[in-house]
């Protein structure tokens, strides 16, 4: 099969994870496999920028893409020079969907994969264009496409019944004014026009795409959780590896993983900084060590804990480690359509405290770990501190985490499962 993924980068966490241990598995399994971002980042050959028409776009794009100061607002500047009505949009809080090559992307493909389309790139009114030319699978990560501007709309029902009246315009993808009942009514339009399979990572975010105006347009509907790579995330000797990160061997060592932790609006990190404090309190005496794995900053002290900033990793060995060195994983978030951090962690045999929102109850039961409401301080630091002091109970729980998600989450049954899909789809046409 000729397939064609389209996402917004090739290289990052989240999405770009998914679609780039895909974009290898299809290729892998004898596919002719590409992957078409709006930003190459990496050098996989088959990779390749959504190319831009038009002298003006082409010369945006060279000049934002070089690493100088003010080239990334040249680049703007001539973006808009290129496509005046799109400044004029933005101003209006209108979607930007006028990107005319998206229209090539069903050029010498027999599927078109999507994840993530915004982000000011792709053309989502191509839609119906495309998904008559060939199968459209749209693989969702967030919520952006079932609602009128944001990715996630919290407890928020408005995206149910036509959006309008938004409460809160700065949720990413943010927009300067409320155009969010137009952007709804549009994307119902495109949708209802288009054939469409769709595809999501967890019954709970399957579960809003049928509460959604996108249901007119969808031809069929799978639940397909993304995978990890076993290759790097699999339980080992934590002794060893705390010993080569500088980690002492009788420290308790917890972890929480995610992107810019402090300033990720999907993440509570004031959860889990109020919850430390608690849990160094509750430990006092005991040398405990917080890594915050994906942002930066100085070291900090919360009592007796010692809370640690490591940068992004792009290195999934490296990333692993920091699993392994764990003794607990802790994950205070807002929302979550999967969390590949929590599958992670259940591979590497640690055992996860985590907030109860979105699908990490599909992800975190009793036997692999301890769920906590939201924004509760007090319980994930009493689920915590139980974990830390009761040794039996952590490596019981670690143990059934890595059984789970060994058999659950591998990143070859989520490609088999979709290339399955994908010949019955093209055999059904």
């Known amino acids: 099969m000729r397939i064609l993924q389209v996402n917004t980068f090739d290289v990052g966490g989240g999405a770009e994870m998914v679609a780039s241990r895909l974009h290898a598995s299809y290729r892998q399994a004898g596919n002719r496999a590409r992957l078409a971002v709006k930003k190459k980042l990496g050098d996989d050959p088959d990779v ?7 002298a003006f776009l082409k010369a945006s794009t060279a000049i934002g893409s070089l690493r100088l100061p003010g080239c990334g607002l040249l680049g703007q500047v001539l ?5 005046p009505g799109a400044r ?11 990107f005319p090559s998206t229209r090539t992307l069903a050029e010498r493909s027999d599927i078109l994969q999507c994840h993530n389309l915004h982000g000011n790139y792709f053309d989502l009114c191509a839609l119906p264009v495309l998904s008559r030319a060939l199968p459209v699978v749209l693989t969702l990560h967030d919520s952006w ?9 919290f407890d928020c029902t408005r995206w149910k019944t036509g959006c309008g009246a938004c409460p809160d315009l700065g949720i990413y993808p943010a927009v300067k004014s409320d155009s969010t009942a137009y952007n709804w009514r549009r994307k119902q339009d495109i949708y209802t026009g288009s054939r469409l399979y769709v ?5 709970w975010l399957m579960e809003r795409v049928e509460q959604s105006m996108m249901m007119p347009g969808i031809v069929e509907r799978r639940v397909i959780g993304n995978g990890i790579d076993d290759c790097f995330f699999q339980a080992a000797d934590g002794g060893g590896v705390r010993r080569s990160l500088g980690i002492a061997d009788d420290a308790k060592v917890l972890l929480f993983a995610a992107n810019t932790i402090r300033e990720n609006e999907w993440k509570d990190y004031n959860t889990l900084r109020g919850a430390i404090e608690r849990v160094a309190n509750k430990l006092g005496g005991q040398e405990v060590v917080l890594i915050a794995l994906g ?5 900090e002290k919360i009592g007796d804990v010692r809370l640690c900033f490591v940068p992004f990793q792009r290195d999934p060995a490296k990333v692993a480690a920091y699993y392994r060195a764990a003794d607990v994983y802790l994950h205070a978030a807002r929302v979550e359509t999967f969390s590949l951090t929590i599958a992670e962690a259940m591979a590497c045999g640690t055992p996860v405290v985590a907030t109860s929102v979105g699908a990490v109850p599909e992800r975190v039961g009793k036997d692999t770990g301890m769920l906590v409401s939201p924004g509760d301080e007090e319980a ?3 689920a915590t501190v139980r974990l830390l002091t009761d040794g039996d109970l952590c490596r019981k729980l670690g143990a059934n985490a890595e059984r789970l998600a060994v058999s659950a989450y591998r990143a070859e049954t989520q490609a088999q499962a ?12």
Request: aromatic share 8%; glycine share 8%; with cysteine.
């Open 145 to 153: 496409m079932l609602s009128g501007h944001c990715a996630h709309s």
């Open 418 to 429: 979709y290339l399955d899909w994908f010949r019955e789809i093209l055999e059904s046409r």
């Open 199 to 203: 595809a999501a990572p967890s019954n």
């Open 295 to 299: 942002d930066n900053g100085p070291e």
């Open 48 to 54: 390749f920028a959504i190319p831009e028409t038009g």
């Open 88 to 98: 004029g949009n933005r101003s209006r809080g209108i979607e930007d969907f006028d």
């Open 79 to 83: 973006r808009d020079a290129a496509r």
């Open 380 to 382: 994930m630091a009493s």
